[in-house]
């Protein structure tokens, strides 16, 4: 074979990988402003991962195939040095592969002075033996072998390299896209506080962060003024929607330990003792509150605004029907800018542990539902809006317990 089949000797892993995540990073930098907003981390970050992933090596050696012998011109050495023509057979083994076929030319970090020789084409790696014929068939059988057990190492050692490298990957394209989205939202921050008109910009939408105005402990957050160009909307953070949550949590537990005091009060009144603790806490909680297509049982407004960092829905588990009717009931009152909603499923009878894996399941199998994931310290669950799929809503889910 000619030397240019020696594979895994031509490049370095390393170098090939750094090279990788420079242009990664450097992709990151060139997202559209809009795209950043409009988009969540999640999505983008998967979408540019699948992008500048490098692909591992699979070599699927149990569906090799071979061309079956054929007749070659062979030579061997003729007693003055000459090269005298014989015949000579040649059998080619053709293994698919797939993955990054670069990978076959690049050096992993570990190796030997013996690399192996073979043939690329169309997907498939060719291991060819070819000699004087007729050729031995334990000879042709000893070195299939050997190759097939070289390959098997490279391709292993090639995989050690870039498992931890798309970890790593993951990781950092989401610090950039956080870091890149951050900026964008920061200029246009910047355009509306210099109240100055932008032009030849599309129609942009975002979000700037804020913890709800608590009586207790205010947030200092100073709303910007709007441009006809941007016009920031108010989102609960993390921390915010963890507050709300921690303080809807003190009260259920109360509940499942005064059993006597709350098993025999309505959906109402036990969501008015939610309400008088929200208040307390961040401000004008209001319940019965118009919304959309509704009125939805919690809605925490953003100071004097109308607009809402937090919705909530109220429900005696009924079923998992029911429970169905009240997702779609919620997803209703939630209108584009809404992105931080909970579920309080109160549990009359039965086992509180089946229903609330009845609703995980429920919340599951929902047309909305995108994925689960982590907020506010967590389990959350992940669905789109039903009026733009690429605005989310984080949603979470609290079970109840007032049986006595």
Not at 143 to 168: H, Q
Not at 229 to 251: Q, T, W, Y
Request: glycine share 6%; proline share 6%.
């Amino acid at each position: 074979m000619a030397r240019d089949d020696v594979r895994f000797h031509r490049g370095d892993m390393h170098s090939l990988l750094v090279n990788q995540l420079k242009k990664a990073e450097e992709d990151v930098l060139g997202v559209p402003a809009d795209y950043v907003l409009v988009m969540s981390v999640e999505d983008l970050v998967d979408e540019l991962f699948a992008r500048w992933v490098v692909n591992p090596l699979v070599v699927h050696f149990d569906q090799h195939s071979s061309s079956g012998t054929k007749d070659i011109d062979f030579y061997v050495a003729g007693w003055e040095g000459d090269r005298i023509k014989v015949a000579g057979s040649c059998i080619t083994f053709l293994y698919p592969f797939e993955g990054d076929a670069v990978l076959f030319d690049v050096r992993p970090s570990t190796g030997t002075m013996n690399p192996p020789r073979f043939e690329l084409r169309d997907g498939f790696v060719l291991v060819a033996y070819e000699g004087r014929a007729p050729l031995d068939p334990n000879a042709v059988k000893s070195y299939v072998d050997s190759m097939e057990e070289t390959i098997r190492k490279y391709v292993g050692w090639s995989r050690n390299d870039i498992g931890p490298w798309n970890e790593r990957l993951r990781v950092e394209l989401r610090r950039w896209v956080e870091e890149r989205r951050t900026k964008v939202i920061a200029d246009r921050a910047l355009d509306a506080f210099l109240e100055v008109p932008v032009v030849d910009r599309a129609n942009p939408s975002a979000s700037f962060t804020v913890d709800p105005p608590r009586k207790v402990r205010p947030v200092a957050v100073q709303p910007i003024a709007p441009t006809p160009a941007f016009a920031p909307e108010p989102a609960i953070s993390d921390d915010g929607f963890a507050a709300i949550l921690r303080e809807i949590e003190s009260v259920t537990t109360a509940v499942q330990r005064l059993p006597k005091t709350f098993a025999k009060m309505p959906e109402e009144s036990l969501r008015d003792v939610l309400l008088v603790v929200l208040n307390n806490h961040f401000g004008p909680a209001t319940g019965e509150t118009f919304s959309r297509r509704g009125k939805t049982d919690i809605f925490i407004p953003y100071g004097g605004d109308e607009r809402a960092v937090f919705i909530a829905e109220c429900k005696v588990w009924k079923g998992q029907k029911a429970f169905e009717d009240a997702i779609d009931q919620l997803l209703g009152y939630l209108i584009w800018r809404d992105s931080r909603a909970a579920l309080i499923v109160f549990v009359r009878a039965g086992s509180p542990t089946d229903t609330g894996t009845k609703a995980i399941d429920a919340i599951r199998r929902h047309e909305s539902f995108k994925r689960m994931g982590s907020s506010a310290g967590r389990e959350t669950f992940t669905l789109a809006n039903r009026n733009d799929d690429r605005k989310e809503i984080h949603l979470a889910l609290l079970v109840v317990p007032v049986i006595e």
